[in-house]
């Protein structure tokens, strides 16, 4: 079965500081992964995925993520955070391209310091 | 309107009424889902909708009961809910085969207290 470990429950940074939130997957196949933000009291929302090719991606609001196989990881960063960052962030793995399935982390909550 | 709606956005519930939620999508979709979103758990899928038929039912008790009338609707209809039910019941959607993009379109969810 799929799973995804997010190791940090909360981090906080300073508004200019670069970030970077860590996920690791358990998948026996080729992954379908996903980084999703959810701002206080809002749904869910895509900033990147990736399915195959280039292991570097970029996504919205200025996010990338790379894979990782070797280390079965797809750790997103940004260079240079701003105070509306400040979210709750999802990472999750899918068996295929069928989104509704996907396993998702316990989420990483981000604080952004002025 | 646009996206992925949810309504009521707050409710608040005894033990014994019967509410529903409902979700509306405005992006063409044809797969459903609702997900379950308590606070210190990661989010857990509790129905797939695939062109109406449910696809997928994650072992959820049956005082949970969904229903998907069109492509773009869908209902979750609660009765004789517990206190521990209480959470943020989102509502997502996406392509579908054979045109799956992979991605999830969520609602602002609707933030469900039983009393």
Same mark, same amino acid.
């Not at chain 1, 026996?28 to 090719?53: D, E, H, I, M, N």
């Not at chain 1, 797809?74 to 509704?100: I, M, T």
């Given at each position: 079965?799929?799973?995804?470990? $997010?190791? =940090?429950?909360?981090?906080?940074?300073?508004?200019?500081?670069?970030?970077?939130?860590?996920?690791?997957?358990?998948?026996?196949?080729?992954?379908?992964?996903?980084?999703?933000? $959810?701002?206080?009291?809002?749904?869910?929302?895509?900033?990147?995925?990736?399915?195959?090719?280039?292991?570097?991606?970029?996504?919205?609001?200025?996010?990338?993520?790379?894979?990782?196989?070797? $280390?079965?990881?797809?750790?997103?960063?940004?260079?240079?955070?701003?105070?509306?960052?400040?979210?709750?962030?999802?990472?999750?793995?899918?068996? =295929?391209?069928?989104?509704?399935?996907?396993?998702?982390?316990?989420?990483?909550?981000?604080?952004?310091?002025? | 309107?646009?996206?992925?709606?949810?309504?009521?956005?707050?409710?608040?519930?005894?033990?014994?009424?019967?509410?529903?939620?409902?979700?509306?999508?405005? &992006? %063409?979709?044809?797969?459903?889902?609702?997900?379950?979103?308590?606070?210190?758990?990661?989010?857990?899928?509790?129905?797939?909708?695939?062109?109406?038929?449910?696809?997928?039912?994650?072992?959820?008790?049956?005082?949970?009961?969904?229903?998907?009338?069109?492509?773009?609707?869908?209902? &979750?209809?609660?009765?004789?809910?517990?206190?521990?039910?209480?959470?943020?019941?989102?509502?997502?959607?996406?392509? %579908?085969?054979?045109?799956?993009?992979?991605?999830?379109?969520?609602?602002? %969810?609707?933030?469900?207290?039983? &009393?």
């Amino acid at each position: 079965a799929q799973s995804v470990t $997010q190791p =940090d429950i909360h981090i906080t940074v300073s508004e200019g500081a670069s970030l970077e939130l860590r996920c690791n997957y358990s998948y026996g196949a080729t992954p379908y992964l996903f980084w999703y933000v $959810q701002s206080p009291g809002q749904g869910l929302q895509l900033l990147l995925k990736y399915f195959s090719g280039d292991t570097l991606v970029q996504g919205i609001k200025g996010f990338e993520a790379e894979f990782k196989r070797s $280390q079965s990881s797809f750790n997103l960063r940004k260079p240079s955070v701003h105070w509306s960052d400040a979210a709750e962030y999802f990472c999750a793995v899918g068996r =295929d391209s069928n989104a509704g399935k996907s396993t998702f982390g316990d989420g990483t909550t981000l604080t952004v310091k002025p | 309107e646009t996206g992925v709606t949810q309504t009521p956005r707050h409710l608040v519930m005894g033990m014994t009424n019967k509410k529903s939620l409902k979700c509306e999508q405005h &992006l %063409g979709h044809n797969a459903m889902y609702w997900y379950k979103q308590s606070a210190k758990k990661p989010l857990e899928l509790m129905f797939v909708y695939n062109f109406k038929e449910q696809t997928e039912n994650n072992s959820v008790p049956s005082r949970f009961s969904p229903e998907c009338p069109n492509s773009s609707h869908l209902f &979750l209809h609660l009765h004789t809910l517990q206190p521990e039910d209480s959470a943020l019941y989102l509502c997502a959607s996406s392509q %579908g085969a054979p045109r799956n993009t992979g991605e999830l379109f969520f609602g602002e %969810g609707s933030r469900l207290t039983v &009393l």
